[in-house]
């Protein structure tokens, strides 16, 4: 947003004036706010703030929701620890988020750096609706889409590959395939949005820089590891923590692609809570599972930030 | 165009010998790049208009020899593609416009309005943007049913009203526009109604359609909440729909789901060409797509 306007020397002089106001108007303007915030803060505590807490207190329960619930102390979380279902899930979900955010990453970095070259502005605005395209998409939908592009007898994708010889790979019904392939989907549908913040990223970087680093002899790829990355080094981050928050939530692609097979080889966390809670009506032990999700989101995050120091650098 | 210089100016400069290829190899590689991140879709286009029969031909004909509605049709005969479309429909844009309303005057009271409390419970909304709704699904979803919602649109509907995020943006909206303008409306005697609704509100258009557009994106192509909330298939979303229909149809007609899938995406794609610029915007000012 613009704050251009907001210093000026000749502000102060007028500010005084508006400073004493009658409370006729105090007592309007806070009857206007209470009116402005009352369904923001209401609808965010009835449905953020109160189910945080309840899920807590949920977690420490044993209910189905049909009989009265009784307390569990720390019960569903030694159970959920010793459950190689959900074991195996927060693996998968943390092998998932780092080749995820790590592709999703690498291919909007190169994409991003690789339009921002010379090239008419026309061909540009093309390429850049293309890779965010995927993105305005249903994740669902588009996992529907996948499972047929995927299929091993009569997908397209063993076609292409079998055109260079290559024989058919079991994408979505072998244990070892089928994470890669959940992977590469999300990333599919993902990466414009890495791609974006790229692009606005590389945007705020002032064009003296380049000429001066042009100037000084630096060209391709030292040019972009020495000047553009370190300039970039912010978005990098906000990029990567958010790309980091959304991989440790993926549903919709292993859902509806392996719903979590074969075996438990695609088993996502977030599919365990809605499993647990709603097809097996465990709902302490679901919420046990979600507090450790956001444990281990809010953990995953801090991490990031406490390394970016080293790493980000602000002009 | 008129532009022929952007090429022409790369092999001139200095390093000629690295960039004489440059300009053109970035360009194709570019467009392989394109080609396959649009590929899936061109490809769930051109399937759709084949006949189930031949959905399954490979090579692939991109162009369909026989374009055929076959398939629309029997989309049309196998899900209730209007019910669908209206439950989806009437979900997101009851949420896109409470979005912007709650948004809009909560974003303002943040930026323009003094009143106790200010700081800790604006800190309260930016808090609950970190949170996960997957993690907060089980109460929420216990709420809903304490609240006899469950199973109803209404259910989908209210508790996505209030946005953090869209308060927070449109917060620094207001807190953009000058600040004067509101100063000198209350020389003149206008009270904070009046200086909101006559001053501030007007200028806000295009704020609200950052809000407006993100939500239309993202609860049109909404899964989770649905699949947990609607049990009921008089209840069910494009998506929700989308996905039983492949569940029920497997692998047998191919061209049919995706006839579905083709116009499930319609309203979305319509959104990308009206609203790019919203929606680049909204997606890249905060960094959070959810």
């Known amino acids: 947003m613009t704050n251009t306007q907001t210093v000026s020397p000749a502000r102060p002089l007028t500010r005084p004036v508006a400073a004493p106001r009658p409370s006729r108007r105090d007592r309007g303007t806070r009857l206007l706010a209470t009116l402005f915030l009352a369904p923001t803060v209401v609808g965010i505590v009835v ?13 420490l329960f044993h209910w189905n929701v049909i009989d009265s619930p009784s307390f569990a102390g720390t019960a569903n979380y030694r159970e959920v620890f010793t459950d190689s279902t959900v074991r195996v899930s927060f693996l998968n ?49 588009i996992s529907v889409v996948m499972k047929y592009l995927f299929n091993q007898d009569f997908g397209v994708v063993n076609w292409l590959i079998g055109l260079v010889g290559i024989s058919p790979v079991p994408w979505l019904t ?14 599919w549908q993902q990466f414009g949005f890495s791609f974006l913040l790229f692009i606005g990223g590389l945007n705020n970087i002032p064009k003296e820089v380049h000429e001066a680093a042009s100037l000084d002899g630096a060209t391709g790829l030292r040019k972009h590891l020495h000047v553009t ?26 859902y509806v692609l392996t719903n979590g097979g074969p075996g438990d080889s695609t088993r996502t966390v977030v599919m365990v809570i809605y499993e647990t809670a709603f097809e097996q009506l465990r709902f302490g032990e679901a919420s046990a599972v979600g507090v450790l999700l956001f444990v281990l989101i809010m953990a995953v995050t801090a991490l990031q930030f406490r390394l970016s120091r080293r790493f980000v650098h602000y002009q | 165009m008129s532009r022929v210089s952007p090429l022409s100016q790369a092999s001139l400069s200095l390093s000629r010998a690295r960039y004489s290829l440059g300009p ?5 590689a570019l467009a392989v790049c394109a080609l396959l991140t649009l590929g ?25 020899t026989h374009p055929t509605t076959e398939a629309y049709r029997g989309v049309f005969d196998q899900i209730d593609v209007w019910l669908l479309a209206l439950n989806s429909t009437l979900v997101t844009a009851l949420i896109a416009v409470g979005q912007m309303v709650t948004a809009g005057l909560a974003g303002y009271a943040f930026a323009r309005l003094e009143f106790r409390f200010k700081k800790p419970l604006f800190g309260l909304v930016l808090a609950t ?19 006899g919602l469950t199973d109803t649109l209404l259910g989908l509907i209210v508790p996505a009203f209030p946005t953090a995020f869209g308060t927070f943006l449109m917060r620094q909206y207001f807190l953009g526009m000058p600040k004067d303008l509101g100063e000198a409306a209350m020389l003149d005697g206008a009270g904070p109604w009046r200086i909101f609704r006559s001053v501030y509100a007007p200028l806000a258009a295009p704020g609200l359609a950052i809000v407006g557009v993100l939500a239309f994106n993202y609860h049109w192509n909404e899964f989770f909440r649905p699949l947990i909330l609607e049990t009921s298939g008089q209840n069910y979303t494009l998506p929700l729909g989308l996905v039983s229909l492949q569940g029920n149809l497997g692998t047998g007609s191919i061209s049919v789901v995706l006839a579905g899938v083709v116009l499930s995406m319609l309203p979305a794609v319509a959104v990308f060409v009206v609203g790019q610029r919203p929606l680049r915007e909204g997606i890249t000012s905060a960094g959070v797509n959810r």
């Not at chain 1, 072998?174 to 990333?187: C, G, N, P, Q």
């Not at chain 2, 053109?24 to 194709?28: D, E, F, G, M, P």
């Open chain 1, 47 to 59: 449905f953020t703030v109160v189910p945080i807490v309840g899920s807590v207190v949920l977690s």
């Open chain 1, 93 to 141: 979900t943390l092998v998932f988020m780092v080749f995820a955010v790590a592709a999703q990453l690498l291919i909007a970095l190169s994409l991003a750096l690789t339009l921002n070259g010379r090239m008419p502005t026309w061909l540009r605005s093309v390429f850049r609706s293309a890779f965010f395209f995927p993105l305005v998409l249903s994740a669902a939908s």
């Open chain 1, 174 to 187: 072998s244990e070892h395939a089928a994470l890669a392939t959940v992977i590469i989907v999300y990333v």
């Open chain 1, 229 to 254: 990355l370190p300039l970039l080094s912010p978005t990098l981050l906000v990029a990567t923590v958010v790309g980091v928050i959304n991989a440790l939530q993926v549903f919709e692609q292993p």
């Open chain 2, 24 to 28: 053109w190899a970035r360009i194709v």
């Open chain 2, 40 to 64: 899936p879709v061109i490809w769930t286009v051109s399937t759709s208009l084949r006949t189930p029969a031949q959905s399954f031909d490979l090579p692939p004909k991109i162009i369909p």
């Open chain 2, 129 to 147: 943007m970190m949170v996960p709704l997957q993690v907060t699904i089980v109460p929420v979803f216990l709420v809903l049913k304490s609240m």
